[in-house]
């Protein structure tokens, strides 16, 4: 999860384009026998809702 999170803060900072950071994670999918399911979020849905669900289960981690 830390890779994701580092690479939708490169996206937000202007670091790197959607379509890179996209590309990332289905290369990173490929690699991967069981793929995290933000992962997979972010390479459907693209970074915006990706965003929204990963802060979401921030907030569930710190109350929980």
């Not at 995290?36 to 915006?48: C, H, K, R, T, V």
């Amino acid at each position: 999860m830390n890779a994701i999170v580092a690479a939708l803060t490169f996206w937000q900072m202007g670091f790197t384009s959607s379509e890179d950071v996209i590309a990332w994670a289905d290369t990173e999918i490929l690699k991967s026998g069981i793929p995290a399911q933000e992962m997979i979020d972010l390479s459907l849905d693209g970074q915006p809702p990706a965003l929204s669900k990963l802060n979401m289960y921030s907030l569930r981690v710190q109350s929980g």
